[in-house]
């Protein structure tokens, strides 16, 4: 499929909104990037390539401007993205049919999009925050890096409310997680 060069620029100038807005919650815009390409009608090997090498990018800004501001915290890391590596690995080599990666697709931009309209902000009585046990975080960190590698997202779309809406993390610290999540998983 050709692009005009318009195309092209329009696409272009739509990626930097979205690694922009994206990064600055430590997420590498692979959703965005996805929604974009697919709205293109972008063949689904383009799709998931592009999306991760813009991922790659685009989190190691933000880790490295979350780590810079003293947010990444290790022991709340670690667990997740231990097991996430072979896990969007198993994902990544899953053999799936352009239909259901479509499918696929449009679920996680469907919880992507859910994302937006949960609310996360702290409520009287619920302001102590409780990283989550190895017993949750391994296999938490498995689920995810799975499905980010059936899609070729890096993940933070599922990890990032999930460490929110449980009080594992603020969300600076939660930023800076997902950052380096979707950093290790795209990569």
Known sequence: MEFSLLAI????LIFLGVAFLYSSVGHGGASG???VLSFFAVAPT?????????????????????????HLESSLTWPFV????????LGGVA????????????FVLFIAGLRFLLETR?????????????????????LVGFVSGLVGVGGGIFL??????????????????SAAFILVDSI
């Open 82 to 89: 231990v097991t996430s590596v072979p896990a969007v690995f």
């Open 9 to 12: 620029a329009v696409v272009s």
């Open 46 to 70: 383009f799709m998931s390539t592009t999306a991760l090498i813009l991922n790659i990018l685009v989190s190691a800004v933000a880790l490295i401007a979350f780590s810079k501001a003293k």
């Open 122 to 142: 702290s409520r009287k009585g619920e302001s102590v925050l409780r990283p989550p046990s190895l017993l949750i975080s391994l296999p938490v960190g498995a």
């Open 160 to 177: 990032s409310p999930l460490i929110l809406m449980m009080r594992w993390a603020d969300a600076k610290r939660t930023a800076a997680t």
């Open 95 to 106: 053999p799936v049919s352009p239909r259901i990666y479509q499918l696929i697709v449009a």
């Open 33 to 35: 990037y996805l929604a």
